[in-house]
């Protein structure tokens, strides 16, 4: 994220004047009209989705002329394959998708172009969309003085981040639907978020917004050109070139840990996990980070701020109680209330890390969330060929009747509606509590802390969409409801997933929210990963998780994978969970992959290889990183930009220096290129790692803002862990079980077969090195090049690496 004290722009946004630190740009301004972002939820937010959708399940719209004829206005955008952009297909703006005929249709007519970027599950999208860009009159003004663009932030996350980078340093934080005005030549000059309707919540209009700027185009053209300019070389110096001569060192790693731990610690909520107070997302590259502090640096707090915030959101209203999943972020402190959209994204890397909290714990009730992942992702989020999609409205219809969409309609209950619900099945409970439904009802609402009159602070609510509803909560515990009722556990939970069923089937009744039929490259690499790591956790279900995991990666090599060029396409689209059609962009239209395509589908790959020695994926994965070196790698500074070299219409290749909800592609590939140089003896990988510390050397502090990247850092200090297992048999294959199901931050596992050193695929020093005692399969333990004695018995190398890795907190026995 861009500091201020590189660049910043005040929110004087109507003079569209610059102010820096250090004064790089300035002009005269005057006749002020504050256009300041004053968002009605919170100021503290500093990357909030304001956003949600408007389409039917599993559907893209038709475009068909007849279908056209239905409706007032089509414009431009009915002819793409995005859903978001399907959404405002017919609008009365005259939108454009982003390319030539937009850009060189506002040289032509020497206008502005009002650029829009949102995502079709993005609440505030909607809103927006709604008051304004349904609206007639506004749209004359739009499509008299603008060239109107439409952009899918996660079809073009390149466009989406330059610009938003221009928000944060304009306005100190931003969000979706973003708003920026740029020259024809691309050159931002003014921006926002979201805009209302009227004058409102210290906001001023959408329509007074649009005059104003307009105004300020045809009087002060001149000065807006040279404005924008200078601001893209801010851009430029700020977002891809080294900005100081901070170096990496060996051994920093360190000193970084102790001081990230720190923040971690000052920031951390004790009460309710998490950090800050809200809204709350729950950003797994930080989990990821202290996992690993925890077992570098032995720091019991580093192991416990992640477990509590894991038990926390699993206990949330963030978390889908009646069938797994989780939303994207939540508006409260305690995770109560969510923005209820579930993106793809988050459901993989959460997957991954609650099967991480198990291998470090064997608590049970960390796989039980990551199954419940597993489970929803499966039935609701999958092309039926195996890729998955990008993830589900907050908003959806609350009956079938109903004509207006509000937030949470499909998840939310009223107290009398779970009551019924429980009566209406107490033939299914005649074994639970003496088929007692009214004790039934009481132990559930206590437990999910059901309230009569709705159990959400209206604070929460700013639309009163959830006014009287409940969005089940765990205040307390599975052992305090266990005491208040004198129940025991197991009956307790069975209880509990006997009514969950039961609601489970009501709400299948009604309209479900929009599903956005988007596969992205780099969310399906981030959804491998989580299905690879739970397929380690030694489940009985692993051969369900490991095969799902297969039908990924040949879903990705199938439909988003050029074999001739060796490139990835950043995504394609289906029709639904029940529809096996694949959707593609022609040749001229097609979308190439980004820096996070590559680095999260070879982390996918690798992590996939670790629980399958499936071969293939470790060949696939150096053929990718090698594309990914060609295309993004900066030889000159270091590190990977973002986009390609050649992208058209693309003002500047930045790159990624912040692990966010997402981990950065920079911080991916560093983990990646480590194991690589392990996997094949490659010391070229390894300078590239170095070199890309020192990239990002100066961000400070560094493993705040780079988390993910500080974990790879500790690798490269402290060594990979190399499991070298012999040749294919049952003793083998136990070795190599045993190993999978502990947390060991970068493992690399061989298995060696004499007999066949000509087609293996790791380094020929792995081959060499690693022999057989006696003729049997044998495990080496290596760490940082050091290798412990050799073991040819499962139960000594399951003591050894429980005393390295397992840690079983104090109230807890295996």
Same mark, same amino acid.
């Given at each position: 994220?861009?500091?201020?004290?590189?660049?910043?722009?005040?929110?004087?946004?109507?003079?569209?004047?610059?102010?820096?630190?250090?004064?790089?740009?300035?002009?005269?301004?005057?006749?002020?009209?504050?256009?300041?972002?004053?968002?009605?939820?919170?100021?503290?937010?500093?990357?909030?989705?304001?956003?949600?959708?408007?389409?039917?399940?599993?559907?893209?719209?038709?475009?068909?002329?007849?279908?056209?004829?239905?409706?007032?206005?089509?414009?431009?955008?009915?002819?793409?394959?995005?859903?978001?952009?399907?959404?405002?297909?017919?609008?009365?703006?005259?939108?454009?998708? %982003?390319?030539?005929?937009?850009?060189?249709?506002?040289?032509?007519?020497?206008?502005?172009?009002?650029?829009?970027?949102?995502?079709?599950?993005?609440?505030?999208?909607?809103?927006?969309?709604?008051?304004?860009?349904?609206?007639?009159?506004?749209?004359?003004?739009?499509?008299?003085?603008?060239?109107?663009?439409?952009?899918?932030?996660?079809? @073009?996350?390149?466009?989406?981040?330059?610009?938003?980078?221009?928000?944060?340093?304009?306005?100190?934080?931003?969000?979706? #639907?973003?708003?920026?005005?740029?020259? #024809?030549?691309?050159?931002?000059?003014?921006?926002?978020?979201?805009?209302?309707?009227?004058?409102?919540?210290?906001?001023?209009?959408?329509?007074?917004?649009?005059?104003?700027?307009?105004?300020?185009?045809?009087?002060?053209?001149?000065?807006?050109?040279?404005?924008?300019?200078?601001?893209?070389?801010?851009?430029?110096?700020?977002?891809?070139?080294?900005?100081?001569?901070?170096?990496?060192?060996?051994?920093?790693?360190?000193?970084?840990?102790? &001081?990230?731990?720190?923040?971690?610690?000052?920031?951390?909520?004790?009460?309710?996990?998490?950090?800050?107070?809200?809204?709350?997302?729950?950003?797994?590259?930080?989990?990821?980070?202290?996992?690993?502090?925890?077992?570098?640096?032995?720091?019991?707090?580093?192991?416990?701020?992640?477990?509590?915030?894991?038990?926390?959101?699993?206990?949330?209203?963030?978390?889908?109680?009646?069938?797994?999943?989780?939303?994207?972020?939540?508006?409260?402190?305690?995770?109560?209330?969510?923005?209820?959209?579930?993106?793809?994204?988050?459901?993989?890397?959460?997957?991954?890390?609650?099967?991480?909290?198990? !291998?470090?714990?064997?608590?049970?009730?960390?796989?039980?969330?990551?199954?419940?992942?597993?489970?929803?992702?499966?039935?609701?989020?999958?092309?039926?060929?195996?890729?998955?999609?990008?993830?589900?409205?907050?908003?959806?219809?609350?009956?079938?009747?109903?004509? !207006?969409?509000?937030?949470?309609?499909?998840?939310?209950?009223?107290?009398? &509606?779970?009551?019924?619900?429980?009566?209406?099945?107490?033939?299914?409970?005649?074994?639970?509590?003496?088929?007692?439904?009214?004790?039934?009802?009481?132990?559930?609402?206590?437990?999910?802390?059901? @309230?009569?009159?709705?159990?959400?602070?209206?604070?929460?609510?700013?639309?009163?969409?959830?006014?009287?509803?409940?969005?089940?909560?765990?205040?307390?515990?599975? &052992?305090?409801?266990?005491?208040?009722?004198?129940?025991?556990?197991?009956?307790?939970?069975?209880?509990?997933?006997?009514?969950?069923?039961?609601?489970?089937?009501?709400?299948?009744?009604?309209?479900?929210?929009?599903?956005?039929?988007?596969?992205?490259?780099? %969310?399906?690499?981030?959804?491998?990963?989580?299905?690879?790591?739970?397929?380690?956790?030694?489940?009985?279900?692993?051969?369900?998780?490991?095969?799902?995991?297969?039908?990924?990666?040949?879903?990705?090599?199938?439909?988003?994978?050029?074999?001739?060029?060796?490139?990835?396409?950043?995504?394609?689209?289906?029709?639904?969970?029940?529809?096996?059609?694949?959707?593609?962009?022609?040749?001229?239209?097609?979308?190439?992959?980004?820096?996070?395509?590559?680095?999260?589908l070879i982390r996918g790959l690798l992590d996939f290889y670790k629980t399958s020695l499936d071969g293939t994926a470790l060949k696939w994965a150096k053929e990718l990183q090698e594309t990914q070196d060609s295309l993004f790698w900066d030889n000159e500074n270091g590190a990977y930009f973002y986009s390609q070299a050649d992208s058209p219409n693309v003002v500047v290749r930045l790159k990624d220096d912040h692990d966010g909800a997402e981990p950065s592609g920079n911080s991916m590939a560093a983990y990646n290129l480590l194991l690589l140089a392990q996997y094949y003896n490659?010391?070229?990988?390894?300078?590239?790692?170095?070199?890309?510390?020192?990239?990002?050397?100066?961000?400070?502090?560094?493993?705040?803002?780079?988390?993910?990247?500080?974990?790879?850092?500790?690798?490269?200090?402290?060594?990979?862990?190399?499991?070298?297992?012999?040749?294919?048999?049952?003793?083998?294959?136990?070795?190599?079980?045993?190993?999978?199901?502990?947390?060991? #931050?970068?493992?690399?596992?061989?298995?060696?077969?004499?007999?066949?050193?000509?087609?293996?695929?790791?380094?020929?020093?792995?081959?060499?090195?690693?022999?057989?005692?006696?003729?049997?399969?044998?495990?080496?333990?290596?760490?940082?090049?050091?290798?412990?004695?050799?073991?040819?018995?499962?139960?000594?190398?399951?003591?050894?690496?429980?005393?390295?890795?397992?840690?079983?907190?104090?109230?807890?026995?295996?």
């Amino acid at each position: 994220m861009v500091t201020t004290s590189k660049a910043y722009l005040i929110k004087d946004t109507s003079s569209l004047c610059i102010s820096t630190s250090t004064p790089l740009i300035h002009h005269s301004c005057s006749s002020p009209i504050q256009l300041n972002i004053a968002y009605p939820w919170s100021k503290n937010d500093k990357i909030r989705s304001m956003a949600t959708d408007d389409r039917k399940t599993g559907e893209l719209p038709s475009t068909s002329t007849s279908e056209a004829k239905k409706h007032i206005f089509t414009n431009r955008l009915a002819q793409e394959k995005s859903p978001y952009l399907l959404q405002h297909a017919h609008n009365p703006v005259d939108w454009y998708p %982003w390319g030539d005929e937009a850009i060189e249709k506002a040289k032509s007519e020497n206008k502005l172009i009002f650029l829009s970027v949102g995502y079709s599950t993005c609440h505030w999208c909607h809103v927006m969309e709604h008051e304004s860009f349904e609206n007639e009159a506004v749209a004359d003004i739009m499509n008299k003085n603008f060239v109107n663009i439409k952009v899918d932030r996660e079809e @073009r996350p390149d466009i989406d981040r330059i610009y938003m980078q221009f928000v944060l340093m304009m306005n100190g934080s931003g969000g979706w #639907p973003m708003s920026v005005w740029l020259t #024809p030549d691309l050159a931002p000059i003014t921006a926002g978020t979201y805009f209302p309707p009227n004058d409102r919540w210290g906001m001023p209009s959408f329509t007074n917004v649009l005059t104003t700027i307009a105004d300020k185009w045809n009087k002060n053209q001149d000065e807006l050109i040279a404005t924008g300019l200078e601001v893209i070389e801010v851009l430029q110096r700020t977002l891809s070139e080294k900005t100081s001569e901070a170096t990496f060192e060996e051994g920093s790693s360190e000193p970084k840990v102790a &001081e990230t731990l720190r923040i971690f610690e000052l920031r951390f909520d004790q009460e309710y996990g998490g950090f800050g107070s809200h809204p709350k997302f729950p950003k797994v590259p930080r989990l990821n980070f202290l996992f690993h502090a925890y077992i570098v640096s032995k720091q019991k707090v580093a192991l416990d701020m992640a477990l509590q915030t894991l038990r926390c959101l699993g206990k949330g209203g963030i978390h889908d109680h009646i069938f797994g999943g989780f939303a994207r972020y939540s508006v409260d402190r305690k995770w109560h209330v969510p923005h209820f959209e579930k993106m793809i994204y988050d459901q993989g890397q959460l997957m991954a890390v609650y099967a991480d909290a198990y !291998k470090l714990t064997r608590d049970s009730t960390f796989l039980d969330y990551a199954d419940g992942i597993y489970s929803y992702t499966i039935a609701d989020l999958r092309h039926p060929l195996g890729g998955f999609y990008a993830g589900e409205d907050a908003d959806s219809l609350p009956s079938a009747k109903a004509t !207006k969409k509000i937030e949470g309609a499909f998840y939310a209950w009223t107290f009398d &509606e779970i009551r019924q619900c429980i009566n209406d099945n107490k033939e299914l409970l005649a074994d639970c509590e003496k088929g007692d439904v009214e004790k039934i009802f009481n132990i559930y609402a206590h437990h999910y802390d059901l @309230r009569e009159n709705g159990n959400v602070d209206p604070q929460s609510d700013p639309h009163g969409h959830l006014t009287g509803k409940n969005i089940l909560f765990v205040g307390g515990s599975i &052992e305090k409801t266990c005491e208040k009722f004198a129940l025991e556990k197991e009956n307790l939970k069975r209880l509990l997933t006997l009514v969950n069923k039961m609601l489970l089937e009501k709400r299948k009744q009604r309209p479900r929210p929009h599903l956005d039929t988007k596969i992205i490259c780099s %969310w399906n690499g981030l959804v491998l990963t989580g299905l690879s790591k739970l397929a380690d956790c030694d489940s009985e279900r692993r051969e369900e998780y490991l095969s799902t995991a297969a039908r990924l990666k040949e879903f990705l090599y199938a439909h988003l994978y050029d074999k001739e060029s060796k490139t990835l396409q950043r995504s394609c689209y289906g029709l639904g969970t029940n529809d096996e059609t694949i959707l593609k962009h022609v040749e001229k239209e097609r979308i190439e992959g980004f820096l996070d395509d590559y680095a999260f589908l070879i982390r996918g790959l690798l992590d996939f290889y670790k629980t399958s020695l499936d071969g293939t994926a470790l060949k696939w994965a150096k053929e990718l990183q090698e594309t990914q070196d060609s295309l993004f790698w900066d030889n000159e500074n270091g590190a990977y930009f973002y986009s390609q070299a050649d992208s058209p219409n693309v003002v500047v290749r930045l790159k990624d220096d912040h692990d966010g909800a997402e981990p950065s592609g920079n911080s991916m590939a560093a983990y990646n290129l480590l194991l690589l140089a392990q996997y094949y003896n490659d010391e070229n990988y390894s300078k590239r790692v170095v070199r890309m510390f020192e990239f990002f050397a100066d961000q400070k502090p560094f493993g705040y803002v780079l988390p993910e990247m500080l974990s790879s850092m500790m690798l490269q200090d402290n060594g990979l862990d190399l499991v070298a297992v012999g040749p294919k048999t049952e003793l083998t294959r136990k070795f190599a079980e045993i190993s999978r199901k502990y947390y060991i #931050p970068g493992m690399v596992i061989a298995e060696i077969d004499p007999q066949e050193l000509e087609i293996q695929v790791y380094n020929q020093c792995i081959l060499e090195k690693y022999k057989m005692i006696d003729a049997h399969p044998t495990v080496y333990l290596c760490h940082g090049g050091v290798c412990r004695m050799p073991i040819t018995d499962p139960v000594k190398l399951e003591d050894e690496l429980s005393e390295i890795f397992l840690r079983i907190p104090n109230n807890q026995t295996l």
